[in-house]
Nanobody, 129 residues
Framework: QVQLVESGGGLVQAGGSLRPSCAASGGTFSIYAMGWFRQAPGKEREFVAT????????VFADSVKGRFTSSRDNAKNAVFLQMSSLKPEDTAVYYC??????????????????????WGQGTQVTVSS
């Protein structure tokens, strides 16, 4: 069973930066992809980013493309979301997720929440105007 713990959220002014991280433990060898999703008050959860096993391939939502990057440190079982040029509309709880490897996964990207198997508890990001 994989456990995910996010940290690194906080309060920042518009235009600022944050770098939430996600630490994985327990069965991490089985993880294919890591994802970031967010949920703002009164809104549905939405895809933010995904990064594959090696960390060499990432996909981002259009709303954050060019402002967010993601990296992965497999030696530490950690994934990071570098958020820059933050906007008030980025305010949300950010969730880390993990997908177990399945045959045929290689080369595919997953952007829907139901495609992930494990979830962290979330970290709050608040961007003030």
């Amino acid at each position: 069973q994989v456990q995910l713990v996010e940290s690194g959220g906080g309060l920042v002014q518009a235009g600022g930066s944050l770098r939430p991280s996600c630490a994985a433990s327990g069965g991490t060898f089985s993880i294919y992809a890591m994802g970031w999703f967010r949920q703002a008050p009164g809104k549905e959860r939405e895809f933010v980013a995904t990064i594959n096993r090696s960390g060499g391939s990432t996909v981002f939502a259009d709303s954050v493309k060019g402002r967010f990057t993601s990296s992965r440190d497999n030696a530490k079982n950690a994934v990071f979301l570098q958020m820059s040029s933050l906007k008030p509309e980025d305010t949300a709880v950010y969730y880390c997720s993990a997908r177990r490897y399945r045959p045929g996964d290689s080369g595919h990207y997953y952007t829907r929440g139901n495609e992930y198997d494990y979830w962290g508890q979330g970290t709050q990001v608040t961007v003030s105007s």
